[in-house]
T-cell receptor, first 113, second 116 residues
Framework: GESVGLHLPTLSVQEGDNSIINCAYSNSASDYFIWYKQESGKGPQFIIDIRSNMDKRQGQRVTVLLNKTVKHLSLQIAATQPGDSAVYFCAENSGGSNYKLTFGKGTLLTVNP | GAGVSQTPSNKVTEKGKYVELRCDPISGHTALYWYRQSLGQGPEFLIYFQGTGAADDSGLPNDRFFAVRPEGSVSTLKIQRTERGDSAVYLC??????????????FGPGTRLTVL
């Protein structure tokens, strides 16, 4: 079936560098996308979201970019800190659902001090 | 305020046993969700409640899995005749009422179920 996937399973960066985590989605009917951060032993934590009528959205140190033409989503983290180390998931509202989320596999981000 | 809470945090059981996992949503949230997360994977949708009723249980893997929410607040996920393949982290989330556009889901810490 259609699903969300990630290009890179692991990413290691130096503290202070910028991080980019990528995600490909295949369900063209999905119109809402979310990035979650999950630390060990905790549930997913909302980071930032974007609707399909937008190309870019910025938060505090994070930016999400959406390219609907190639069905690609990315999360950019500026000045990465050790506290950013976690698994990052992209998720889509399955086929435009207002409640069901489909998650990708996840990318493990490790920030080296 | 308090977030979503789940109990127990860890549950170890033997193959064939029955288990119950509890979720306390954020106060006032009418929508509640259960997800299952296997090691190294993203969460997978199991069931969605709007109030007391299961509005969508299409993610439940088979009839050994059942969930209830009798008073529209606390929910219990019940697994009968557990199998080793049921071992996973079971996540609960809640949100304000879903109507129209998607509403943010707030996740609990999960219950780690291990079936020996």
């Amino acid at each position: 079936g259609e699903s969300v996937g990630l290009h890179l399973p692991t990413l290691s960066v130096q503290e202070g560098d910028n991080s980019i985590i990528n995600c490909a989605y295949s369900n063209s009917a999905s119109d809402y996308f979310i990035w979650y951060k999950q630390e060990s032993g905790k549930g997913p934590q909302f980071i930032i979201d974007i609707r399909s009528n937008m190309d870019k959205r910025q938060g505090q140190r994070v930016t999400v970019l959406l390219n609907k033409t190639v069905k690609h989503l990315s999360l950019q983290i500026a000045a990465t800190q050790p506290g950013d180390s976690a698994v990052y998931f992209c998720a889509e509202n399955s086929g435009g659902s207002n409640y069901k989320l489909t998650f990708g596999k996840g990318t493990l981000l490790t920030v080296n001090p | 305020g308090a977030g979503v809470s789940q109990t127990p945090s860890n549950k170890v059981t033997e193959k064939g046993k029955y288990v119950e996992l509890r979720c306390d949503p954020i106060s006032g949230h009418t929508a509640l969700y259960w997800y299952r997360q296997s090691l190294g994977q993203g969460p997978e949708f199991l069931i969605y409640f709007q109030g007391t009723g299961a509005a969508d249980d299409s993610g439940l893997p088979n009839d050994r899995f059942f969930a209830v929410r009798p008073e529209g607040s606390v929910s219990t996920l019940k697994i009968q005749r557990t199998e080793r393949g049921d071992s996973a982290v079971y996540l609960c989330a809640s949100s304000t009422r879903t109507s129209g556009e998607y509403n943010e889901q707030f996740f609990g810490p999960g219950t780690r179920l291990t079936v020996l």
